[in-house]
């Protein structure tokens, strides 16, 4: 059975930062990639970052850049987002997703297993 868990989310003021966790495991393709996606009230959810499998590749959303990490670890079974500077358009629930590639794609098209998702709410 795959499973991706989400974990980290929270209430942060402005400015503040959260570090959220995505925990993979029952994923048939051994070299995945791993997307973060939100979405807020009212609005369609978006792709913010990606990484290749082997970590050298990846991409952010112009509002997150320079804000936003995305890692994993070694054993690739765990990505990371970290959150930093926070605004509250940053407010939304988070979303971590794989895909059977190695490659990261900045689409959710390409994404089939998916996690249900973090609350990250930013006050203002």
């Known amino acids: 059975e795959v499973q991706l868990v989400e974990s980290g989310g929270g209430l942060v003021q402005t400015g503040g930062s959260l570090r959220l966790s995505c925990t993979a495991s029952?994923?048939?393709?051994?070299?995945?990639?791993i997307g973060w996606f939100r979405q807020a009230p009212s609005k369609e959810r978006e792709v913010i970052s990606c990484?290749?499998?082997?970590?050298?590749?990846?991409y952010y959303v112009d509002s997150v850049k320079d804000r936003f990490t995305i890692s994993s670890d070694n054993a690739k079974t765990t990505a990371y987002l970290q959150m930093n500077s926070l605004k509250p358009e940053d407010t939304a629930v988070y979303y971590c997703?794989?895909?059977?590639?190695?490659?990261?794609?900045?689409?959710?098209?390409?994404?089939?297993?998916w996690g249900q998702g973090t609350q990250v709410t930013v006050s203002s």
């Open positions: 997703a794989a895909r059977d590639d190695s490659i990261a794609l900045a689409t959710m098209r390409g994404y089939k297993y």
């Open positions: 029952g994923i048939p393709h051994a070299d995945y990639a």
């Open positions: 990484i290749s499998n082997n970590g050298r590749h990846s």
